[in-house]
């Protein structure tokens, strides 16, 4: 229900693509701006690796950003039904 009210949301990884991790409401207001609506300011977010990013393809997992759940992780999640895991080309 409250996506759907509001629309897109994030969480502790607020960041443009290619850019460090934002880990408070005051960097995420800086470098997005008037792109906001609205921020919700639960304080410092806990720092880490970023996270894990995938797209969904029609028959396919594409890696986008390698992080805590690993490749082999998401091999062994992932082939059991059939879906392949589309890794970036090294370089």
Do not use: Y
Not at 45 to 74: F, I, M, Q
């Amino acid at each position: 229900p409250l996506l759907e009210a509001v629309g897109p949301l994030t969480g502790t990884s607020a960041n443009r693509s290619g850019h460090e991790p934002l880990t408070d409401a005051r960097a995420v207001q800086a470098e997005f701006g008037s792109d906001l609506d609205a921020v919700l300011d639960m304080g410092p977010a806990p720092g880490g690796a970023p996270s894990t990013v995938v797209h969904v393809e029609a028959h396919a997992v594409r890696l986008l950003r390698a992080g805590p759940v690993s490749v082999p992780e998401l091999r062994r999640l992932l082939e059991p039904m059939g879906i392949a895991l589309i890794e970036p080309a090294a370089g």
